[in-house]
């Protein structure tokens, strides 16, 4: 069965701000086992479902989108970046419009922030930087399996 975590935090628990705008911003390291047999690819897609407000939520707000990533790989380090990304590893579009992580950065109440890892029966062609709706759309009848991690986040200021 396919499992995601990270040393940063546990599943339910605050994400640190070193994750976030109010720190360095940096992506947190995450691990993953029980990628399934016949796994050609992996793929990332972190979001927040409750913007902009977890009271009234409007819009699932994007902050990471990774595909491509081999099935051999258990995981990626802390504030990695694109340069250092696994072999292969292409970086989808997040909602800033950027490619990269972007951290939690709630503009009111805490919000819940998913690591979503799917393990896909193909390697996808390159998809010149999709939003998460164009890679959903190209996985779509292609995961053998997914994990989820889930942390929460509210600003300090």
């Given at each position: 069965m396919l499992k995601i975590g990270s040393v940063a935090f546990e599943e339910g628990e605050?994400?640190?701000a070193a994750h976030t705008?109010?720190?360095e911003n940096?992506?947190?390291?995450?691990h993953?086992?029980?990628v399934p047999a016949g796994t050609r690819s992996l793929a990332l897609i972190v979001d927040d479902p409750d913007a902009p407000d977890p009271a009234a939520p409007k819009m699932t707000y994007v902050h990471w989108v990774l595909y491509n990533i081999p099935?051999?790989?258990a995981g990626l380090a802390e504030g990695i970046e694109a340069t250092r990304l696994p072999a292969g590893t292409l970086e989808g579009l997040n909602d800033w419009k950027r490619p990269g992580y972007g951290g939690p950065c709630p503009p009111i109440g805490r919000h819940r922030y998913f690591h979503k890892l799917y393990a896909l029966d193909?390697?996808?062609p390159d998809l010149h930087h999709p939003t998460k709706a164009a890679l959903e759309a190209a996985m779509r009848g292609h995961v053998l399996g997914?994990?989820?991690?889930?942390g929460t986040y509210q600003k300090r200021r």
């Open positions: 605050p994400i640190p705008c109010e720190g940096r992506s947190p390291m995450l993953w086992e029980g099935p051999d790989c193909v390697k996808l997914e994990a989820r991690l889930m």
